[in-house]
């Protein structure tokens, strides 16, 4: 299986400035199996004995990345086509950058990144003198990897013990999914999980999270008909008293526009900051690659209403509108731009199928390769 993690030395000197965007009631505790061997070696941080650890760029274990690429641009494969359809001609003229404007509106890559990624190809061709269409394909790779890069960062684990994460996303994102998949993750690297059932909304969510509780045997705080910030400061809680490296908050799947809902969130985000003072550490938002548009509305919702820190876009492979992480890279560009203190909300994982290795680290070059091969 492929490895996450790598680990990171607190001592170590700052790492460089990451490259400009471009412009444009009682709980119940249960601990099913035994806990998660603790995490090798350390370094004091405080009065605790951690080891952060953190996503590495792709490249370790390249046989293992090569076939998440491969599936990658398999489920990419309904949003490329359409668009690597466009440079199948002998020429370059208004009519292939005509097609190639319909064809990434399609995508969903949405009118700012379409007109950014056809300016820069434009200028791009220009420069440079090609004559053949492919050529115009590979331009076009590149711009939108520039154009994607600032979303690609790691999730680091461990400079916080425990690292509490909220996951908040709408129903049928795959938020539970994505939360026993990462929790799998981090449990096979060695690092202690608690899970906060804080999903008291919907119908069985406390149950499913149970179920991917017991398949990685790591404990969860949970109960029925509880209160959702008070499940989740009892978690953050238990996570402290019990030494756990990192607390996830399974919280309700709800639309944007279920104001009251969305106001719970808030309270979750307050209540665990009363547990933590430090918390929450990230804030990741789950959403449906399928829904093209409204996944950005959806992001930009969410923002407003917790300040994001990361995303998890998932079930890209049953979509013809993957391009939409273009549309969030401008999002997030023109998010910096306005309020100058924050950081573009980084693309943490992807995820291409239901199985445990279809979720994966986000890079900006292998997704635009993938998308159009």
Do not use: C
């Amino acid at each position: 299986m492929f490895s996450f993690f790598k680990k990171k030395n607190p001592a170590d000197a700052p790492a460089a400035a990451p490259t400009a965007p471009p412009p444009f009631p009682t709980p119940d505790i249960a601990a099913p199996g035994p806990a998660p061997a603790p995490l090798p070696g350390g370094s004091l941080i405080g009065s605790a004995l951690v080891t952060p650890i953190e996503i590495p760029l792709p490249g370790a274990q390249p046989a293992v990345r090569e076939h998440w690429v491969s599936k990658l641009r398999s489920g990419l494969h309904k949003t490329g086509a359409s668009i690597s359809g466009v440079f199948t001609g002998t020429q370059i003229n208004e009519e292939l950058y005509e097609d190639l404007e319909s064809a990434l509106l399609m995508a969903d890559a949405g009118t700012g990144a379409t007109t950014y990624l056809l300016d820069e190809v434009r200028r791009r061709v220009k420069d440079s003198g090609v004559t053949h269409p492919v050529a115009v394909k590979n331009i076009l790779t590149d711009a939108l990897t520039q154009l994607l890069k600032p979303l690609e960062q790691a999730l680091v684990i461990g400079e916080f013990k425990p690292t509490v994460i909220m996951v908040a996303g709408v129903n049928g994102a795959g938020k539970t999914t994505s939360i026993g998949k990462l929790t799998r993750h981090l449990a096979s690297e060695g690092a202690s999980v608690l899970l906060a059932a804080a999903d008291t909304f919907r119908a069985a969510a406390r149950e499913q999270l149970e179920v991917w509780a017991d398949r990685n045997m790591v404990e969860i705080v949970s109960q029925e008909g509880g209160d959702p910030a008070a499940v989740s400061f009892d978690a953050v809680s238990a996570g402290k008293a019990r030494g756990k490296d990192v607390v996830l908050v399974d919280t309700a799947g709800r639309l944007p526009t279920q104001l009251h809902l969305m106001e719970e969130l808030r309270k979750i985000k307050r209540v665990v900051s009363k547990a933590d003072g430090t918390a929450p550490h990230e804030i990741l938002l789950v959403i449906d690659g399928n829904t093209g548009q409204n996944a950005l509305s959806q992001v930009k919702a969410f923002d407003d209403i917790l300040q994001l820190t990361g995303l998890i876009v998932t079930k890209l492979d049953g979509t013809a509108k993957g391009g939409v992480l273009a549309a969030i890279a401008l999002w997030a560009h023109e998010r910096v731009k306005t309020s100058p203190g924050l950081k573009p909300v980084p693309v943490y994982f992807i995820g291409v199928g239901e199985k445990l290795e279809d979720l994966e680290t986000f890079n900006a070059r292998e997704f635009s390769q993938a998308l159009l091969a």
